[in-house]
């Protein structure tokens, strides 16, 4: 491997958000595959809905036809709201509402097909007409009607305005005397106008979502659309657009990179849409590359590259002020109606479930992006100041209550991408004091397929551990190609952070087994080997001891409430005679634990004070305290008393 280069800061400006409002990475995500004809079982449903929740997406976008509930009588109706496919398209909705996940639908795919007929992916040739416009108004303000009141699906917050629909105006007919941007707006208000009406007899509709317009295709700079909308139209809320790169930058598939925006590039284009949609916020609904065709001919979204490739895509999005982003798509799109006529899209970071379970590399840089940079109610979005064209980043404070946010201070999330090939020893230093925190720092590598690649494990661990942060993380190295997130959020344990990982164990008594394993986390694999646990030296008693300490040696405090011990039980029948002659550990008889209150180790609300023990695991709570180290002593005779494992908890 290349020698690193020297040393370079990453300087995150925590003072000053760029954005305030950040929704977090989302995605598109094909709910229509529970459908009865696609034959998926309900395990493999679940396996898929399963998989949205472990990517961290917070919004999808699905698609959503008319067909479903009118099969060939629209426009005229009825509608049937509980045909077989209405009722498998609930049952994902309320999939993804239990895994607290949002939804937007599509009101329509083609412009202005969608309009005149129902099915998806025929070009219309019947001109749009009012009977048209008004059918199409009421099916979609009775769907959200069914959705949200009917149904009580409250994750479903709204509606997107067609796809592409530049296309759809230069292909299909549009009314004499518009223009397709002059009829999108008309159809935009016609759809508001009727949910409205419809409010007048209901609980309202309105007010709980969003419309979200535009959704123009564009691998150029132009956002003809964005710039009209703000212009000419007052009802959506959301203005969004399209946008591939034609190109990776990709040299081992002997790609051409011309077409590949650069990280500034990339910025600076989204950073002049969003100033374009402002004051109404702008979300990339569509975003990927798109080589290789449908299938994937070079085999590019196969790659570890391909996750660093979508990994700066989300940061440039979230440095541009982009809300949201959603990029094409979560799994492998299996297209409607039949799967005799289905085509597979791989452009998926998730092979599709009709396939196989797989996940592809990319998917371990989503879930990480998605799991850890928050999203949704104030997220906040910091700059890297000194940042170059192959080192940069994005950094995020999230609020307690997020998802994985348990902090009261909220949690920290830095990312760091080196799109060199080269690795860089870097120090990542933040401008303002953020307390004393813990942070755990995960590295997805673009030259090297996650080991567990083949298989949905979904996340990485994370390999290093900081503790006592306050302004500078210790000077680390990045990997090339790669992307580094340091974090304040432990996506092993969010809820039950095990505090003992960022204690420093010490030992009165180095035995056959120091203390080194001792609060490793390694609570399953507690053998007799001393090399897995601690041993005292003799049958005094003796202690082993956790501090928690910044990188100066200053004492953390932390707060304890729980203790989990995992011993070794001993065998039947089997008595060792010495210490020195056993090679089995027995589950320690008699231990006690104290905390220190900054001058003695005293006792915890519910005194630790153990005898004759002989469970291989006890669990201790009391009334939480605020400390720096705890101190085990074992009080039992018996040299072949093990401690394998120490955790300590929050609560």
Not at 116 to 136: D, I, K, L, N, Y
Not at 271 to 293: C, H, I, K, M, Y
Not at 425 to 447: A, D, L, N, P
Request: net charge negative; glycine share 8%.
């Amino acid at each position: 491997m290349p020698r690193p280069r020297l040393e370079q800061t990453l300087i995150f400006d925590n003072r000053v958000a760029i954005q305030t409002d950040w929704q977090g990475v989302c995605a598109n995500h094909m709910l229509f595959v529970a459908f009865p004809e696609f034959g998926l079982t309900q395990e493999q449903k679940e396996a898929e809905w399963d998989r949205a929740l472990a990517s961290g997406v917070k919004i999808i976008r699905t698609f959503y036809d008319v067909s479903w509930a009118f099969g060939e009588t629209y426009p005229t109706g009825p509608a049937n709201w509980t045909s077989a496919n209405m009722l498998a398209f609930y049952e994902g909705v309320a999939a993804m509402q239990a895994r607290g996940i949002k939804v937007v639908i599509n009101t329509g795919w083609s412009f202005t097909g969608s309009i005149c007929q129902p099915f998806e992916g025929v070009a219309s040739t019947t001109m749009p007409t009012p009977t048209h416009e008004a059918a199409w108004a009421a099916w979609m303000s009775e769907t959200f009607h069914q959705l949200i009141n009917v149904r009580g699906y409250d994750n479903v917050i709204g509606g997107v305005l067609f796809t592409e629909p530049n296309f759809g105006a230069a292909a299909e007919p549009i009314p004499v005397g518009y223009t397709g941007l002059e009829y999108y707006v008309h159809m935009a208000e016609v759809l508001e106008a009727k949910i409205v009406a419809d409010d007048a007899s209901r609980t309202p509709i309105r007010p709980r979502i969003v419309l979200v317009g535009g959704q123009e295709q564009s691998g150029s700079d132009a956002d003809t659309w964005i710039e009209y909308l703000k212009a000419n139209d007052t009802v959506c809320d959301v203005l969004s657009s399209h946008s591939y790169n034609l190109s990776p930058a990709f040299g081992p598939l002997s790609l051409s990179g011309s077409n590949d925006l650069s990280y500034s590039a990339l910025i600076a284009r989204f950073a002049a849409w969003a100033a374009d949609a402002s004051p109404r916020p702008l979300w990339v609904d569509e975003g990927n590359t798109v080589v290789g065709g449908n299938t994937d001919s070079t085999g590019y979204r196969a790659t570890a590259e391909a996750g660093v490739k979508m990994c700066t895509w989300f940061a440039g999005h979230m440095q541009a002020g982009v809300r949201a982003t959603l990029p094409w798509t979560l799994q492998d799109e299996t297209h409607w109606p039949a799967p005799a006529d289905s085509i597979t899209q791989q452009f998926g970071v998730a092979r599709s479930l009709h396939d196989t379970d797989a996940v592809r590399p990319a998917w371990y840089a989503f879930s990480l992006f998605a799991s850890l940079v928050g999203g949704g109610g104030v997220t906040s979005v910091f700059p890297s100041l000194n940042g170059t064209a192959l080192l940069h980043g994005t950094g995020v404070h999230i609020p307690q209550g997020q998802r994985h946010a348990t902090h009261p201070d909220g949690e920290y999330t830095f990312v760091a991408i080196n799109e060199a090939h080269t690795p860089v020893r870097t120090q990542v230093r933040f401008k303002e004091v953020i307390g004393s925190r813990t942070f755990y720092r995960y590295v997805y590598s673009g030259e090297r397929p996650p080991d567990a690649a083949a298989n949905p494990a979904y996340l990485i661990p994370y390999d290093q551990i900081y503790t006592g942060v306050q302004k500078n993380l210790p000077p680390n190295v990045i990997p090339g190609h790669s992307v580094v997130f340091y974090s304040t959020i432990n996506l092993q344990a969010p809820t039950a952070l095990n505090l003992a990982l960022t204690a420093k164990a010490t030992t009165d008594s180095t035995g056959a087994g120091d203390c080194t394993f001792v609060n490793d986390g390694n609570f399953t694999n507690c053998s007799s080997s001393p090399g897995n646990g601690w041993r005292k030296a003799d049958n005094d008693s003796h202690y082993v001891e956790l501090t928690w300490e910044d990188d100066d040696g200053d004492p953390v405090q932390v707060t304890i409430g729980r203790l989990e011990l995992a011993f070794v039980a001993g065998t039947p029948g089997v008595v060792w005679p010495d210490y020195t002659t056993s090679s089995m550990g027995t589950a320690c008889a008699g231990y006690t634990v104290q905390y220190w209150n900054g001058s003695a180790f005293v006792d915890f609300s519910t005194p630790v004070n153990v005898t004759d023990n002989t469970a291989p695991n006890r669990t201790h709570t009391f009334t939480p305290v605020s400390t720096t180290k705890i101190r085990l002593t074992v009080t039992s005779a018996a040299a072949t008393g093990q401690v394998n494992q120490i955790g300590a908890y929050a609560s």
